[in-house]
């Protein structure tokens, strides 16, 4: 918040809305004051806001009534406030933009030279046709791409700086108010909205949902993580886990389960925001307000989840003799639709389905293999039927494109 005032009263004094030498008294002393924040919280309780107190507290400890009378010239609590959190937000995002390049870099190398290794893709939980390890994790890092694709516009649709005075109209501000707001920007390098937004939570509620969404795709890595070191499957090795304080055979998905954690944490963040509803009038508390708990809850967690992701992606690998076997579960019912397909190059599609799935039956029923079983009645078949990396369709294709994408962006 000192920081705006500084850049508001720099603002000022090169338009001339306030003497120079009074801006540049107030634009070193925000750099140099630093107030006691314990000595803001009588007044903030009060006031509902701190600006007033900061503002009070600046003033004195700049010891220049000449000057400090110029500290907040024309601006709102909110104005401040508002601008204060954008810089912020700012910082937060350039994290969450290195973190996620670093978890994107990892996934497009695990991708590429996993692009080929086949293991069972699941649907409903259950066993479906074979995809790749590469595929897999590609599928994890998409929608993070398009997350950083989509933040030069966001930055500039939210990353605003705010400036309209007592109830949007800058008038105390003077004729040149809308030079000053643009100057105060082009200050802070933040952009400028070219209007009020006090009442408008836009920016704030967009920056909240990129963040969600962005929790909601670490969330779905966790969660498929977590499945795929289950007992049982063990597909992936997670490289670094934790331990039970009494059962010694445990290897717990630790990070994993911080990602699907947090991303409650950060959901429950952005359900407060949108339920604090429309700013009444020019100016609201309760919705304002509301947004001072939720809004460091919500980035302080995706952040976390952000750096959980890094330090998970980079130490993946597979288990390849588990993912063997996990394309044997159920007798090898991964190759159902290729058995299917296969059929249907001899008697009709609806018949190849019922054929198909007589067998897969008759295999669970003797305990047999879906190949067995196929063979037994159909020696014929192709032998590509039954192979994993053949039945793999474009799944390698999306893992490389994947990767190459990611090392295409840099």
């Not at 314990?38 to 600006?51: I, S």
């Not at 074979?130 to 890092?141: L, N």
């Amino acid at each position: 918040m000192l920081v705006v005032e500084g850049a508001l009263a720099e603002a000022q004094g090169r338009l001339g809305v306030i003497p120079e030498t009074a801006a540049q008294a107030i634009r070193r002393a925000a750099h140099e004051v630093t107030p006691d924040p314990a000595v803001l919280a009588a007044e903030t309780g009060a006031n509902g806001v701190p600006v007033p107190g900061l503002v009070a507290a600046f003033r004195r400890a700049m010891g220049a009534p000449e000057h400090a009378q110029y500290v907040h010239w024309g601006a709102t609590s909110q104005d401040i406030q508002d601008t204060a959190l954008m810089l912020r937000l700012r910082q937060a995002l350039a994290h969450a933009e290195a973190e996620i390049a670093a978890t994107l870099a990892a996934l497009a190398r695990l991708a590429d030279a996993q692009a080929e290794r086949p293991m069972a893709a699941r649907t409903y939980g259950q066993v479906a046709t074979p995809t790749s390890f590469g595929a897999v994790a590609a599928g994890w890092g998409w929608p993070l791409l398009d997350l950083l694709d989509e933040l030069a516009a966001l930055r500039r649709a939210s990353l605003w700086v705010s400036l309209s005075g007592a109830a949007g109209t800058a008038a105390a501000l003077g004729p040149r108010a809308g030079e000053t707001r643009a100057a105060m920007a082009e200050a802070l390098g933040l952009f400028d909205p070219g209007r009020s937004w006090h009442t408008d939570r836009g920016p704030v509620l967009r920056l909240a949902d990129w963040a969600a969404r962005g929790a909601d795709a670490l969330a779905k890595m966790g969660d498929d993580v977590i499945l795929m070191t289950q007992t049982g499957l063990g597909e992936i090795d997670l490289g670094a886990t934790g331990g039970s304080s009494t059962m010694p055979q445990k290897a717990n998905p630790v990070g994993p389960s911080a990602l699907v954690a947090l991303a409650g944490e950060v959901r429950s963040s952005q359900a407060a925001l949108h339920a604090a509803g429309s700013p009444r009038w020019q100016r609201d508390g309760a919705a304002w307000f509301a947004e001072w708990r939720a809004v460091p809850a919500l980035w302080t967690a995706f952040l976390a989840a952000a750096r959980h992701a890094r330090a998970l992606a980079g130490t993946l690998a597979p288990v390849p003799q588990a993912m063997d076997a996990g394309l044997g579960l159920a007798g090898g019912a991964a190759c159902a639709e290729a058995l299917s397909f296969a059929l249907a190059r001899r008697m009709p599609r609806p018949e190849a389905q019922r054929e198909a799935k007589r067998l897969a039956a008759a295999a669970a029923a003797e305990g047999t293999t879906l190949a067995a079983a196929a063979r037994a009645a159909h020696p014929d078949l192709p032998p590509e039927t039954f192979e994993a990396h053949a039945q793999l369709g474009t799944a390698p294709d999306e893992a490389r494109a994947f990767a190459a994408r990611v090392r295409a962006r840099g």
